[in-house]
């Protein structure tokens, strides 16, 4: 693992807390992302992992606390005092979003070399033939036809879908990538197939993931490290076999015997 | 109990109005967009448009950017699919000889104030002539993302990604760009703006345009401006340059090439012959002795009598 | 040189003059008289004049008489009227507490100070044709009863339950932040309730009715009741800064729906319930009541409620609304296209070729791929 030869952070999270009304989201989350690494938020749902991710992404405003970035050119900035044109070119090149849902995530009724070349073209790509065959290179890295590149995606099944909206995203080589569920909803031999592609590109590229699930097995296969959310609150994180081996919380290790060992 | 019975004094003074209808408050409000507008090219100011005595969508946006801008020494051109005579070119000139008395032409260069509709004239305007186009959606983003709140915000952010998308399915499934009219433009290097529904074939006349353009959409409440000799560039790709439509035949009547022409249909057997859309530049090469290789058919008589207008009883 | 051909001009003169005689119909029939319509067809004239954004009756009738009957064109010809008379200032709001009530009924309490007043209204008449109306002469007044019922205040439903805090209480005018004016300033968005409901109050009486309706079959629901709908007359009155005090400039008739939804309450807000509001020129509950639901829809921000539902898309309603907007651009496809139809023309003709060319190699391809087996 390269994860920690980097020397700083990549997101730094400080207490960061989202109430609905008087009903808590999340609190006192704190934590620090590091290049390159996968971390995992796990809990059932109504746990806050998912009020904790798009707090994170800049789509939900945090009621308290602060979230850091560092910026391409190194330094530190927190995201909720981005200008709107910084936070929107943030999340167009240097994150990606993957839905749960594809259709959330992906544009249904323009062809999937558009869908991948969106973001060129949104980051100034004037050249169509260069935008076609960087579209096509990245649907043959997750594995779609390149005679597919013409047609919708509602077209396509959901586990084609799922991987079109990874190529969507990881086309400006992002550094940081949100993922929500990402595998729910498959069947699972599709399932399967999409956490392993998953897991060797994020190793390929030396991704950094935030990726929210409810399924350990996903954690355990893709993670390095996971974060056990309980009623908003974070109850347990540590290193992921460690946690998932050992889990010290009463509650976590509920979770843990309630599924099927990986 | 209202008086039902009593009609107002002010019915029966109709046709007093100001001159060119609307109000100098009116006006000095439209013209402040105006200037806001040449200020910012291709950005759309929002103005408060007025109910004119025309519908929406029929100029109202045109015909107020004119009246704001009209002097008495004015002489006003009004074409309407680049022709002086078809029925709302006429009646849009009939308001404004109605309401301001100016004078009027059909001829483009005695023109100092030209307003059209989905048309730019064949022939190069001049730095003392104001072009005033009508519009009916002055979003080019608008088929892309309904919502103004968030089209508004793309300009802003100058997030126009979205406009090469298009594009792209345009090659993609057709092998060319299939934007015929309405063809979206970037101005001065900074905002996207729709050139009103003229044929792309008008691109390249808006680009550094030697007379100040303006465009006034009355519905949608908004006005842009071109300055003259701005950098309008129509969007497309390196490898998939901009082009225009190309006519294989010159005009039947006067032997124009390069301009653009109306199909018409001569009879039911199949019989077609193109013409000059803009019915000035086809009568004035005419007058100088040019005639295109149908001129002399019979059939083309009366669409030459009717100066390729509509034909209408 | 050339003078302009005015094949195009004397067309459009003699369609109107056409127009003209059509809309005057067989003349040994009588014309109709603006008092005939403002009296008879008070419904029609109520419509022209919200919609047209104008209150007064005799140019109502007039622009109705001259639309043929067609009520969207009339209040067009309103508008355009309105929009040339020159500005004084805002009236003070009109105060519909005070109103000369002619009807008044309340779908939420059996009885209430002031009564339940029936007045002048289609419902629970049975819908049959009279054919006695379609005699020549239908004047024979029937005299009609009028409970006296001058003395007694009439309060508001809504105020009533306001004093028991069971509804929120009326939107206090900050004023620092002047009403918006519609008329005046072009609608941006966010907008809020001022131009909300100055949009809807113009808007396409069948449009807002279409919404209103989508709001009780489960598009964005907000629990209606009709608290009251009350129609009559109340003065307008108007502050002359000269006077230093308020004049009176007339009275007009007005109906006042004020529709009471649930609301369940949320962190900062007692459960409550809220109002949605609607006010229109004459006698037109149709419009009332869909402009309180639509309102009341539209809240959803303000009341921390889901966005669903049409009803509730500000920017989507307020945009459609104005039937003299979207009649103007509907019909502008009258208006001849061909130049942009010529750009499609040649396009399809290219892609027609295009289409047929690929095909034509395909099954040269294929005869190919079959000879050669």
């Known amino acids: 693992m390269n994860l920690f030869h980097a020397e700083d952070p990549l997101l730094q999270v400080h207490n960061v807390t989202r109430y609905y009304g008087d009903r808590i989201g999340c609190s006192e989350v704190s934590f620090d992302l590091w290049p390159g690494e996968v971390l995992a938020i796990v809990g059932e749902s109504g746990s806050g992992k998912t009020t904790l991710l798009n707090c994170l992404s800049t789509r939900l405003a945090p009621t308290a606390g602060a979230i850091e970035y560092r910026m391409r050119d190194g330094a530190m900035r927190n995201l909720y005092q981005l200008t709107e044109a910084e936070r929107r070119l943030l999340m167009r090149t240097d994150w990606g979003f993957v839905h749960q849902n594809a259709a959330d995530g992906l544009r249904m009724s323009v062809s999937a070399g558009a869908n991948v070349g969106e973001r060129l073209m949104a980051v100034g790509a004037r050249h169509y033939g260069n935008i076609r065959s960087t579209a096509d290179d990245w649907l043959g890295r997750v594995e779609i036809d390149s005679e597919r590149i ?107 015997s309630s599924i099927l060992q990986v | 109990m209202t008086d039902t019975a009593r009609i107002p004094e002010s019915l029966h003074e109709q046709g007093e109005y100001n001159f060119a209808y609307l109000d100098e408050q009116t006006k000095r409000m439209i013209r402040r967009a105006i200037l806001k507008g040449i200020a910012i090219p291709g950005y759309q100011v929002p103005f408060a448009s007025r109910e004119m005595p025309m519908p929406y969508g029929w100029g109202t946006g045109g015909v107020q950017v004119t009246a704001a801008i009209l002097g008495r020494s004015d002489c006003l051109k009004m074409i309407d699919q680049g022709s002086d005579d078809t029925t709302n070119a006429v009646s849009l000139r009939g308001f404004f000889e109605k309401t301001a008395g100016v004078r009027t032409t059909c001829e483009t260069a005695e023109a100092s104030i030209i307003q059209t509709r989905h048309r730019i004239p064949e022939k190069d305007l001049r730095e003392d002539q104001i072009l005033v186009f009508q519009v009916p959606i002055p979003e080019p983003l608008r088929f892309l993302e309904p919502r103004e709140t968030e089209t508004r915000k793309m300009h802003a952010l100058e997030d126009y990604g979205l406009m090469h998308v298009k594009l792209y399915e345009d090659i993609a499934k057709n092998g060319h760009i299939a934007t015929t009219y309405a063809y979206p433009v970037k101005v001065n290097d900074r905002y996207v703006m729709d050139p009103s529904p003229t044929p792309k074939f008008d691109n390249p006349k808006i680009d550094r345009m030697a007379a100040l353009q303006l465009y006034g959409a009355g519905r949608e409440k908004r006005i842009y401006a071109i300055p003259p000799y701005t950098k309008v560039k129509s969007l497309d790709f390196e490898d998939y340059p901009f082009e225009i439509q190309k006519f294989d035949k010159p005009c039947g009547l006067c032997g124009a090439e390069n301009v653009y022409l109306d199909e018409v249909i001569l009879d039911d057997k199949g019989g077609r012959m193109f013409v000059c859309s803009d019915s000035d530049y086809c009568e004035e090469r005419r007058a100088d002795g040019h005639l295109g290789p149908m001129a002399a058919d019979p059939a083309a008589a009366r669409v030459g009598n009717t100066r390729t207008g509509e034909t209408i009883r | 040189m050339y003078v302009a051909v005015k094949g195009g001009e004397k067309a459009i003169r003699n369609a109107h003059k056409l127009t003209a005689k059509r809309r005057r119909g067989d003349t040994s029939v009588p014309a109709l008289t603006l008092e005939q319509i403002a009296q008879q067809l008070a419904h029609s004239v109520a419509r022209v004049m919200g919609e047209g954004s104008l209150y007064d009756e005799t140019l109502a009738a007039l622009a109705i008489k001259q639309a043929r009957g067609d009520l969207i064109e009339a209040a067009f010809l309103m508008r355009a009227y309105r929009t040339t008379l020159p500005r004084f200032g805002y009236s003070t709001p009109v105060d519909t507490g005070t109103m000369l009530v002619e009807r008044r009924i309340s779908a939420t309490y059996k009885d209430l100070p002031g009564g339940q007043v029936l007045g002048p209204t289609f419902d629970y008449s049975h819908r049959l044709l009279d054919f006695a109306l379609a005699a020549e002469d239908d004047g024979a007044e029937q005299p009609v009863e009028m ?161 669903v539902a049409p009803a509730q898309d500000v920017e989507f309603v307020l945009s459609h609304s104005d039937n003299i907007q979207a009649t103007g651009f509907v019909e502008h496809l009258k208006l001849p296209h061909y130049v942009d139809f010529q750009a499609e023309l040649d396009l399809v003709h290219r892609m027609r070729t295009e289409w047929f060319e690929k095909r034509e190699q395909q099954e040269q391809g294929g005869a190919a791929q079959e000879a050669a087996q």
Request: negative net charge; contains cysteine; glycine residues 10%.
């Open chain 1, 150 to 256: 013409d047609d919708d995606p509602r077209s396509f099944s959901g586990g084609m879908r799922q991987r079109l909206q990874i190529a969507r995203n990881l086309v400006t080589q992002p550094r940081l990538v949100f993922m929500d569920e990402p595998t729910g909803g498959l069947d699972v031999s599709v399932q399967a197939r999409l956490l392993d592609l998953l897991r060797r590109l994020v190793a390929d590229l030396g991704l950094s993931v935030v990726i929210v699930t409810h399924d350990l097995a996903v954690a355990r296969l893709l993670s390095h490290r996971i974060m056990v959310m309980r009623h908003g609150n974070v109850i347990e994180t540590g290193l992921t076999d460690q946690v998932l081996d050992d889990p010290r919380e009463p509650y976590t290790q509920l979770l843990v």
């Open chain 3, 147 to 307: 409970t006296d019922n001058d003395d007694q205040a009439m309060p508001r439903v809504t105020d009533l339950l306001g004093d028991e805090g069971l509804m929120e209480p009326d939107p206090v005018s900050d004023g620092g932040t002047p009403v918006g004016d519609l008329t005046r300033e072009p609608l941006s968005f966010p907008a809020d309730r001022d131009l909300r409901l100055q949009n809807l109050a113009r808007g396409d009486e069948g449009f807002l009715l279409a919404l209103a309706y989508s709001t009780q079959r489960g598009y964005g629901r907000t629990h209606p009741f009709a608290g009251e709908i009350r129609y009559g007359e109340v003065e307008v009155e108007f502050f002359a800064e000269e006077l230093g005090f308020a004049v009176t400039l007339g009275a007009i008739k007005v109906t006042e729906c004020q529709m009471v939804n649930q609301f369940a309450g949320s962190a900062q807000a007692a459960p409550t319930f809220t109002r949605g509001y609607g006010l229109v020129f004459g006698q037109a509950e149709r419009k009332a009541m869909s402009m309180s639901m639509v309102d009341r829809s539209m809240r959803w921000q303000e009341l921390g409620e889901e966005p």
